[in-house]
Each structure stands twice: as structure tokens, then as C-alpha cells.
């Protein structure tokens, strides 16, 4: 019941292009969901996150996509960039867990120029 | 800007040695957790500290592992007799009081186990 799933794997998108990335959860006391962003040799970085009482938020050209019925959330990145071509991993927590986060398992993005 | 700073960025052992990883969480922040990353997977829950205490453990964290914050700034991980399934990434990170989810983390202190 911990578990976050996310898909796909790997992603591969044209310079312009839109990134989707999905993630499902089944934890309903889950109530903060952030996105992190890894870049090779380095640790995750916090890019966006969203708690469940709304259900999408937009900072430049990321956006989270939140439904708490299907307990599942996206990340979408709008006209990707070669710049942003990482490793993305959607994450869950809870107050009560103490922020002890569950991320999911990753998705490899490359974007080509 | 502020960082979570991790010595040494690669350490090699050999199997039942023991290991300190460190770890200088960001100065105003009062939680701090290790979390770990076998190559190509995904990121690990390992433990979470608050107020010099484990306030929450993974299943993963058995007794070989251990933390201490020694004084007011350090945070180590010491793993007492590693193994070769220790080979992995392993993150400091750090948030402060209230910011749910928002960790900060390091850059990581890559374990070989020989």
C-alpha cells in the first residue's frame, strides 16, 4: 500500500515536444505529492509538487495534473528542452509519516535537439 | 545557495569493513533523513531524525546501519559490516520545520563493496 507506480521507464521527446509522465499511488493518507528531478552524478532536486486539494499546478512549463479519485498524478513539461533531459521520479508523503518519502521508480526523459 | 554537502563522494570497501558516510545538512533545517539508490533503481527510504533521535526506520535499516549527529552540524551513517548488497548511492537530506516533502538532498556518497 506504500507503493507509487509510475510509467514509462524511459521517455524519448523532440525539442518542442510535450513530456508525460504518470504515476499512481494507493496510500489515501498520502497528501503531498512532489516531483524530483536527477541529473547524472547528482542528487534529486525538487521541481514541482501538489497536494490534493487541488487539482493542477503550473510553474513555468511544468504542470502537475492531480485526481484524488483515481489516485493518480502527471507531470506534464511543456516545449521540452534537450537541458531537460534527466531522470524524473514522482514521489508521495504524508504529515504523518514524518515526510518519509516513496518515490516511484523513474523515468529516464532525453530529449533530442 | 545553502546546500546539503556529503563526504566522500566515493568510497571503496572491502566486505565486512565498516563505513562512515557524513553528511552537513542546510544550517536552519531540523529534519534529516538517508535515503539510498542501487544503480538504476529507484530511491530508498532509510531512515529520518529529529531532535537527536530516529524518529522513523526503514525496514532496510537494520542493525548494522546507524546514525549520529555528533555535533551541530554533522550527520554520519555508519554502516558496521558492510556487505556487498551495500553497493549503492546514498543521499543526505534535510527540510525544514513544517515544509512537508521538501527535502533538500546532497549530492551522494557512492558505496563499492568489494
Known amino acids: 500500500q506504500q507503493q507509487v507506480k509510475q510509467s514509462p521507464q524511459s521517455l524519448i521527446v523532440q525539442k518542442g515536444g510535450i513530456s508525460i509522465i504518470n504515476c499512481a499511488y494507493e496510500n489515501t493518507a498520502f497528501d503531498y505529492f512532489p516531483w524530483y528531478q536527477q541529473f547524472p552524478g547528482k542528487g534529486p532536486a525538487l521541481l514541482i509538487a501538489?497536494?490534493?486539494?487541488?487539482s493542477e499546478k503550473k510553474e513555468g512549463r511544468f504542470t502537475i495534473s492531480f485526481n484524488k479519485s483515481a489516485k493518480q498524478f502527471s507531470l506534464h513539461i511543456m516545449d521540452s528542452q534537450p537541458g531537460d533531459s534527466a531522470t524524473y521520479f514522482c514521489a508521495a508523503t504524508s504529515e504523518t509519516s514524518g515526510s518519509r518519502l516513496t518515490f516511484g521508480e523513474g523515468t529516464q526523459l532525453t530529449v533530442n535537439p | 545557495e545553502p546546500e546539503v554537502t556529503q563526504t566522500p563522494s566515493h568510497q571503496v570497501t572491502q566486505m565486512g569493513q565498516e563505513v562512515i558516510l557524513r553528511c552537513v545538512p542546510i544550517?536552519?533545517?531540523?529534519?534529516f533523513y538517508w535515503y539510498r539508490q542501487i544503480l538504476g533503481q529507484k530511491v530508498e527510504f532509510l531512515v529520518s531524525?529529529?531532535?537527536?533521535?530516529?524518529?522513523?526506520k526503514s525496514e532496510i535499516f537494520d542493525d548494522q546501519f546507524s546514525v549520529e549527529r555528533p555535533d551541530g552540524s554533522n550527520f554520519t551513517l555508519k554502516i558496521r559490516s558492510t556487505k556487498l548488497e551495500d553497493s549503492a548511492m546514498y543521499f543526505c537530506a534535510s527540510r525544514k520545520r513544517g515544509n512537508t516533502g521538501e527535502l533538500f538532498f546532497g549530492e551522494g556518497s557512492r558505496l563499492t563493496v568489494l
Open positions: 544550517s536552519n533545517h531540523l529534519y
Open positions: 531524525f529529529y531532535n537527536n533521535e530516529i524518529s522513523e
Open positions: 501538489i497536494r490534493p486539494d487541488v
